[in-house]
């Protein structure tokens, strides 16, 4: 197989101890093989003496693989290295480093399968709140568990590019000071301030402050992942309220010495069903509706709103009801119109009201460029 010259380790010639030769050999090794792609034994022997002047016989490499082997499965099942000695002997299959004649060396056992990383690489490029240069960094970290040969593959098949990223560096370090936030909270909770950002036609590189860079201040509670972006579930103290903001949309983040008294401001809030229940993470009056969906909505409701606290009731004509929590909003509305025909509201009446003035309002608003 082709030499690959380690760049990191050209400096002052310096030669590095034999007593290093193991760990190096490893290291090649799972950056090298993998079950199609193998390293002789001077393949090794080359790779140590261009890297780091460290001379090898091929006897002593394979000495090196068997402790290498050793080593990983005394650790990996907790026994000694006797007993793990024994084991290798036994079952071939307990090597992670094993040997094919005629072709060489290679990784048969990683602590991850390859799908484990693709999936780990394609979750951190389709979040939202990952800047692209950032991406790319995690995503080279997660592929150094696999083969370079594994990750090419990867990263030119399977990697999900086109998302809209954030502009805000700062998003990692304000998750970082909320998470110190919610940790350090033990028997009174810690507030948090910070300034809110927003877009403006002027200007759509950058975000610009909210209420003229006035800081708003936030009990936070916990920290929530929808749609691909990052929110923070917090408590508003001014306006009483429990409420959800973007972390991507944070600036200047800090934890303040106020303590706030009254922990059962939370009380009762399951994550899961918090989530489900809002729609875009926006707010609103809380409410049981029941709606009467066709049955072609059925996956559809399920995904949206599971099945624990709903009540799923079959129908007639080729409709069923859901009976589900919600947090009314425009945003809810706009998310049931986009199923037409398929979809009603049966109770209660005021939030059936509520709709109908929303969709007699955007008719209205649309019916005045309509062309005459």
């Known amino acids: 197989m082709a030499k690959t010259k380690d760049k990191r380790h050209e400096s002052s010639g310096r030669k590095y101890d034999q007593k290093m030769k193991p760990f190096l050999v490893y290291q090649y090794l799972m950056r090298e093989t993998d079950e199609e792609h193998f390293a002789s034994s001077q393949d090794i022997i080359e790779y140590l003496q261009e890297n780091f002047e460290i001379s090898a016989e091929r006897r002593s490499i394979y000495r090196d693989i068997h402790e290498i082997n050793k080593a990983i499965l005394a650790l990996q099942e907790e026994i000694t ?8 002997y036994e079952d071939e299959e307990n090597k992670t480093i094993r040997h094919i004649k005629r072709k060489g060396f290679y990784v048969a056992q990683r602590n991850y399968e390859e799908e484990d990383i693709r999936l780990l690489a ?6 939202k709140f990952v800047d692209t240069k950032r991406a790319e960094r995690l995503a080279g970290v997660v592929f150094d568990l696999v083969s370079t040969y594994q990750a090419e593959n990867m990263s030119h098949t399977a990697i999900v590019k086109d998302r809209v990223k954030t502009s805000n560096t700062e998003v990692y370090y304000t998750v970082s000071n909320i998470h110190n936030a919610i940790s350090k909270n033990g028997q009174y909770l810690r507030k948090i301030k910070f300034q809110y950002l927003k ?28 749609n691909g972006n990052y929110y923070l579930l917090g408590y508003d103290e001014k306006k009483k309220e429990v409420r959800t903001y973007r972390v991507d949309r944070m600036k200047n ?17 399951d ?15 809380r409410n049981r509706v029941q709606l009467n969906c066709s049955i072609k909505l059925l996956n559809s409701m399920v995904d949206r709103f599971g099945t624990d606290d709903v009540k799923y009731q079959g129908g007639t004509n080729g409709f069923f009801t859901v009976t589900a929590t919600v947090y009314v909003s425009d945003h809810f509305f706009g998310w049931l119109s986009s199923f037409g025909e398929q979809i009603h509201i049966d109770s209660p009446s005021h939030v059936k009201n509520e709709y109908t003035a929303y969709l007699k309002k955007i008719s209205k608003w649309h019916s005045r460029f309509i062309d005459k």
């Open 81 to 88: 290295l006797e007993e793990a000695e024994k084991l290798l």
């Open 122 to 127: 394609e979750c951190v490029h389709a979040a």
């Open 199 to 226: 877009y403006t036609v002027q200007d759509l590189q950058n975000y610009s402050v909210r209420r003229q860079g006035t800081e708003y201040v936030v009990v936070p509670h916990s920290l929530i992942i929808d």
């Open 253 to 269: 983040l800090q934890i303040l010495n106020e303590l706030f008294l009254e922990k059962d401001v939370f009380e009762g809030i």
């Open 271 to 285: 994550i899961e069903r918090y989530t489900q229940g809002h729609f875009g993470m926006f707010g609103g009056e």
